[in-house]
T-cell receptor, first 116, second 112 residues
Framework: DTGVSQNPRHKITKRGQNVTFRCDPI?????LYWYRQTLGQGPEFLTY????????KSRLLSDRFSAERPKGSFSTLEIQRTEQGDSAMYLC??????????????FGPGTRLTVT | QQQVKQSPQSLIVQKGGISIINCAYE??????FPWYQQFPGKGPALLIA?????SEKKEGRFTISFNKSAKQFSLHIMDSQPGDSATYFC???????????FGTGTRLTVIP
């Protein structure tokens, strides 16, 4: 179990550019989540995948955001036409098939995005 | 609207002391309450969790106390150590849902 990995760890981009982040969940975890964390706040839910299907999206996920999880393995989060308000830590989490009703979500180290 | 309210925002405790962080929620449908620990530059790590059918859960130096009628729960860190210095988040979720609702975090500093 190598944990959830995210790349890149840091991304600086200019306003208006597109960026893409990658998340590799813990192997055999079929559930994958994206959260956004701004400075001094707790993570806020963006979207959820079960295998390759995107089953839930937050209203925080504007039309400029798109997430994919091809083949139910790694996931990508793309932000188009970045804005300064997109500057945040983007966290990925995964969890195994539900057993005993527990919902342990295991988080990766995050990708810190700075939009200048 | 903040679904889970957390206090204090920051906390300074002497080594060996007890750190107490409090959270409150409104949605009675929440039925799983995890606590996460986050070090700078790292993602949140699950620390301990509780369901509302128990009033207390202890794991090592970490204890969750849960008051269902008051819709409040708290994390107690006994014998606090400098290595415990981190940001702590309480969270809540409804079984069957996928969205963890986090508090705003408490920055704990344990001084030697």
């Amino acid at each position: 179990d190598t944990g959830v990995s995210q790349n890149p760890r840091h991304k600086i981009t200019k306003r208006g550019q597109n960026v893409t982040f990658r998340c590799d969940p813990i192997s055999e975890h079929n559930r994958l989540y994206w959260y956004r964390q701004t400075l001094g706040q707790g993570p806020e839910f963006l979207t959820y995948f079960q295998n390759e299907a995107q089953l839930e999206k937050s209203r925080l996920l504007s039309d400029r955001f798109s997430a994919e999880r091809p083949k139910g393995s790694f996931s990508t989060l793309e932000i188009q036409r970045t804005e300064q308000g997109d500057s945040a830590m983007y966290l990925c989490a995964s969890s195994p098939i539900r057993t005993s009703g527990n919902y342990e979500q295991y988080f990766g180290p995050g990708t810190r995005l700075t939009v200048t | 609207q903040q679904q889970v309210k957390q206090s204090p925002q920051s906390l300074i405790v002497q080594k060996g002391g007890i750190s107490i962080i409090n959270c409150a929620y409104e949605n009675t449908a929440f039925d799983y309450f995890p606590w996460y620990q986050q070090f700078p530059g790292k993602g949140p790590a699950l620390l301990i969790a509780i369901r509302p059918d128990v009033s207390e859960k202890k794991e090592g130096r970490f204890t969750i106390s849960f008051n269902k009628s008051a819709k409040q729960f708290s994390l107690h860190i006994m014998d606090s150590q400098p290595g415990d210095s981190a940001t702590y988040f309480c969270a809540a979720i409804i079984t069957g849902a996928n969205n963890l609702f986090f508090g705003t975090g408490t920055r704990l500093t344990v001084i030697p």
